[in-house]
């Protein structure tokens, strides 16, 4: 049994390198596969993920890392902080797992919420002053003894308690602090008599600002856990950015290793380590770039003098990249041989430590030039202020009413429309072959008509063209412009069994040719409502990509943002009136640290309106944001200067709405009133009641009415019922104005 965490890693990507996990978790919702069935496909992935990471030369292998849906999920399950309406349903443990993620029947879901500034979403805990927690599971214990009995000794890894409570809802969560160490003290005795040596426990929220009391509170939860005579050793992490005021607490308690994230942060030096192992978290474990290898050993090697011991890890888990490489088999040489997945950073993080210690040589530093386009950095050169101006909103608003001649209340979707195994099937034969161009585009068209026929049957009142064509809203914009670069088996979990492939940004980006406007002016040509034009923002092209780390990220903003204008000026030429460009990520970019966000918000903002002030003033421009804490960003929001505003809303039950009221937002604003996350379809009484609130912050001709979200994840089956009851609600509000 190791005594040292050496090399390690501080999580693994849990969906299956061919996303396993996605297809059986959805098989088994489906009713096609029983619960055993689903367990089995669980077992098989952990199994190959612990014998990867030990054949791979790690000293320390996380455990526990493995989730059918979400680790915050698994965190609340495992200490009985489940909602009385779950309780109440009387199912099975595992359906009422998915119950809390998805929702059942008349038990809305949880809230679901970014995990910090990623991509991946959480389900938010919520707690009261009559939780209970209780230790009720044994995850962490059963697949300790799975990877035990496979000849893998894991290091279980634990949500932090203090960061538990701190993403989770409910008033006063930190004075549940002791009773929830009661229930981690449990464990970590449980653990410690299976044989279990070392525990990382996870306490990601302390990189970002914490107050007096929240320092405190870490203080005493690893002074407690610390005291412990019968536990295993402790690994506390903190990742995604540098632990500031927290580090000096940490160190002060009698955890064994504290991980430091050197990546995003700066090397620490504090006498304070010299009894600790720190582990230096020198590979980046969200984007896919290669590791300078000499420059992370002589960055490891700054903390020689600092710490006890030092270790080499990844800067966070490797959830947030892919899983192999060497699966790809169409990426250009030149960009090719500067990536590394989450297989290729595990050999990276082996090799580091083997060098820190001197048994191999680091290597040369990296030596490549990212792809540059004079024509693109000329136009960046020569932008001004006027660039990012339109016309005063109360001009826009009179010509785009004169123009639209929307009632109040006006009706729409969000975007996307269920996508079917017939369009999946098509896309899949155009690449193949299989289907030849005209084909596809005959496909996509009588997909479109049937889209547009649907929506004006139900009694929208702006449509959409449902965007078959496209197989996510930031790789298809990747696959057209220029200095990208795509995958074939690059998948990562977003949430649940929401799995994306996000683009590699590479070089300079810019338009070769229009994008959308086909699509769009098709879908106009067959109706007289009007036609939202779909575009993804320059932020959120930029969140849900790997982006190059060779230049500022306005900088690259501002490339992505000029396509768009480009884009958007051709749509108005082909007759489009409303266009909308989706920012769902604009907060979840936000530095975790407050002295960060004026300079973030400064060009996030700026690049949004070099995309859209070009358009004309009686061009309506829509933006959407989703699943995030707006209240942070509610000025960053006004400043977009977009027409309308759509916002998720329906889990929260309208939280929006008290920020929205207490700044004054004067422009439309559409907040969520259908969860499209969850398969429950919303009676109209429901939507009634939402919007009811929604009229008491929002005069009726600035309020718009619509889903949370992009259909493409649910069916048919629940989506026509849900905005049919979404139209009739909204007639019924719509009478009492």
């Known amino acids: 049994m190791t005594t040292t965490i050496g090399a390690t890693v501080l999580g693994y990507p849990r969906i299956g390198p061919r996303r396993e996990l996605k297809r059986a978790v959805e098989r088994y919702w489906s009713g096609a596969i029983d619960a055993p069935a689903l367990h089995a496909v669980g077992a098989e992935l952990r199994a190959a993920t612990w014998l990867d990471l030990r054949d791979a030369g790690l000293d320390s292998v996380p455990g526990n890392t493995f989730s059918y849906y979400d680790q915050v999920l698994d965190t609340a399950v495992l200490f009985d ?94 004075d549940l602090l002791d009773r929830l160490l009661d229930c981690y003290a449990e464990l970590l005795r449980t653990l410690a008599a299976e044989g279990v040596e070392w525990v990382q426990l996870d306490e990601p929220a302390f990189v970002g600002d914490r107050s007096p009391d929240d320092l405190a509170a870490l203080r005493r939860a690893h002074e407690r856990l610390g005291a412990l005579t019968d536990r295993p050793k402790l690994l506390v992490t903190g990742y995604y950015g540098d632990l500031g005021p927290a580090l000096d607490v940490l160190a002060s308690t009698p955890v064994e290793a504290i991980a430091v994230d050197l990546v995003a942060g700066p090397v620490p030096a504090l006498h304070s380590l010299r009894d600790k192992t720190v582990v230096a978290g020198v590979v980046d474990g969200r984007n896919v770039w290669r590791t300078d290898v000499p420059a992370a050993v002589a960055k490891a090697a700054m903390l020689l003098g600092t710490a006890g011991e030092v270790a080499v890890s990844t800067s966070s888990t490797l959830l947030h990249v892919p899983y192999d490489l060497d699966a790809e088999r169409s990426l250009e040489p030149g960009v090719r041989e500067r990536l590394a997945f989450a297989r290729q950073k595990v050999r990276e993080v082996v090799h580091i430590a083997q060098a820190l210690r001197g048994a191999v040589d680091a290597g040369r530093a990296l030596g490549v030039t990212p792809r540059r386009d004079d024509h693109v950095r000329a136009r960046i050169a020569s932008l001004r202020p006027a660039h990012r101006e339109r016309a005063p909103y109360a001009e826009r608003a009179a010509a785009q009413q004169a123009r639209l001649g929307l009632p109040p209340l006006a009706t729409t979707t969000i975007g996307s429309f269920p996508q079917t195994s017939a369009i999946r099937t098509a896309r899949a034969d155009v690449r193949t072959g299989r289907l030849d161009e005209a084909g596809y585009v005959a496909r996509m068209r009588e997909e479109i008509g049937r889209v547009i026929a649907l929506q004006e049957d139900i009694g929208l009142d702006v449509l959409v063209h449902g965007e078959p064509e496209r197989n996510d809203m930031v790789q298809y914009f990747a696959e057209h412009l220029d200095g990208f670069a795509t995958t074939e088996a690059g998948w990562v979990q977003s949430y649940g069994s929401r799995c994306v492939r996000p683009p590699i940004l590479h070089g300079d980006v810019s338009r070769p040719a229009p994008i959308t406007v086909p699509w769009s002016s098709y879908a106009q040509s067959l109706t007289d409502r ?24 306005a900088e690259t903003a501002a490339q992505v943002a000029l396509a768009l204008r480009d884009e958007i000026r051709d749509l108005e030429a082909a007759g489009v009136r409303i266009v909308q460009v989706d920012e769902p990520a604009l907060r979840e970019l936000l530095p975790l640290r407050a002295d960060d966000h004026a300079a973030y918000l400064e060009w996030a903002v700026g690049a949004f309106r070099l995309a859209t002030a070009g358009a004309s003033p009686a061009t309506q421009i829509h933006t959407h944001l989703c699943y995030s804490e707006f209240g942070e960003v509610i000025d960053a929001i006004d400043g977009l200067d977009a027409d309308v505003t759509t916002i998720e809303a329906a889990r929260s039950k309208m939280e929006i709405l008290d920020d929205l009221r207490s700044t004054g937002f004067g422009r439309g604003v559409g907040p969520g009133v259908y969860d499209i996350h969850s398969p429950r379809v919303p009676d109209a009484d429901e939507v009634v009641s939402l919007l009811t609130a929604a009229v008491r912050a929002v005069p009726g001709s600035r309020l718009w009415v619509n889903p949370d979200c992009g259909l493409k994840t649910r069916g048919y089956a629940e989506v026509e019922p849900a905005l049919r009851n979404l139209v009739t609600a909204t007639k019924q509000v719509r009478a009492s104005l």
């Not at 349903?89 to 879901?109: C, I, K, N, Q, W």
């Not at 970014?114 to 991946?120: G, R, S």
């Not at 993804?536 to 990509?545: H, K, N, Q």
């Open 81 to 174: 902080a489940v909602p009385q309406r779950f309780r109440a349903l009387g199912l099975s443990e595992v359906d009422t797992y998915f119950a809390m993620a998805r929702g059942h029947d008349h038990a809305p879901p949880l809230e679901l919420t970014k995990w910090f500034d990623t991509n991946y979403h959480y389900l938010v805990p919520e707690l009261g002053p009559d939780t209970e927690f209780r230790l009720v599971g044994d995850k962490p214990v059963a697949e300790y003894r799975e990877a035990r009995a496979l000849g893998v000794t894991t290091r279980p890894v634990l949500l932090g308690p203090v960061t538990f409570l701190l993403l989770a809802k409910g008033d006063r969560r930190l």
């Open 530 to 553: 009007p036609v939202k034009g779909m575009l993804t923002g320059p932020v959120t092209i930029l969140a849900w990509s790997f982006v190059r780390d060779d230049q500022p990220l």
